[in-house]
T-cell receptor
Framework: EPEVTQTPSHQVTQMGQEVILRCVPISNHLYFYWYRQILGQKVEFLVSFYNNEISEKSEIFDDQFSVERPDGSNFTLKIRSTKLEDSAMYFC?????????FGPGTRLTVT | GEDVEQSLFLSVREGDSSVINCTYTDSSSTYLYWYKQEPGAGLQLLTYIFSNMDMKQDQRLTVLLNKKDKHLSLRIADTQTGDSAIYFCAENPPRDDKIIFGKGTRLHILP
């Protein structure tokens, strides 16, 4: 069964550093998403992406964040200058309609 | 604003039925979902229901939707140890890409 994959599974970085989280969505899906879950809190929507552009973003997704689909398979989330409060589990998801399928997540730890 | 609420814990004896409840605020949400998260794993889409339905059954899973009360429930029949996980209720508001999640209900199975 096709699934969304994410790398790395765990990323440790120092405050102020840039990180890129990578995702390979399910191959025939056209819609891509990033969510995050801070420890003990709800899963929160960050951004959706369709037809090579952002279709919706939340208040969390400020200028420090960017997304890209650099080739036909990868979908990336870049955080330009990480802050301590960016520590969270980041989930990528993809869909071809209303069913969003999630990857296993990347745990980002900012020290 | 949009919000999804669910109780945080549920303990059930193996072999009994589990019923996980959820309330949501946006009565015009088009799709409502149940996701399962096992320890260290991502969010697995278990089932969903379209807002014009009041019940959906899928093997051991039964979803009930009460639109008037904005109440969603997930019943797991013959609960097994493998059902031990966190179950997230979620809604998809209309004309919106994002899914809004509850905090999750941790289901604990008693022998």
């Amino acid at each position: 069964e096709p699934e969304v994959t994410q790398t790395p599974s765990h990323q440790v970085t120092q405050m102020g550093q840039e990180v890129i989280l990578r995702c390979v969505p399910i191959s025939n899906h056209l819609y891509f998403y990033w969510y995050r879950q801070i420890l003990g809190q709800k899963v929160e929507f960050l951004v959706s992406f369709y037809n090579n552009e952002i279709s919706e973003k939340s208040e969390i997704f400020d200028d420090q964040f960017s997304v890209e689909r650099p080739d036909g398979s990868n979908f990336t989330l870049k955080i330009r200058s990480t802050k301590l409060e960016d520590s969270a589990m980041y989930f990528c998801a993809s869909s071809e309609g209303h069913e969003q399928y999630f990857g296993p997540g990347t745990r980002l730890t900012v020290t | 604003g949009e919000d999804v609420e669910q109780s945080l814990f549920l303990s059930v004896r193996e072999g009994d039925s589990s019923v996980i409840n959820c309330t949501y605020t946006d009565s015009s949400s088009t799709y409502l979902y149940w996701y399962k998260q096992e320890p260290g794993a991502g969010l697995q889409l278990l089932t969903y229901i379209f807002s014009n339905m009041d019940m959906k059954q899928d093997q051991r899973l039964t979803v009930l939707l009460n639109k008037k009360d904005k109440h969603l429930s997930l019943r797991i029949a013959d609960t097994q140890t493998g059902d031990s996980a966190i179950y997230f209720c979620a809604e998809n508001p209309p004309r919106d890409d994002k899914i809004i999640f509850g905090k999750g209900t941790r289901l604990h199975i008693l022998p």
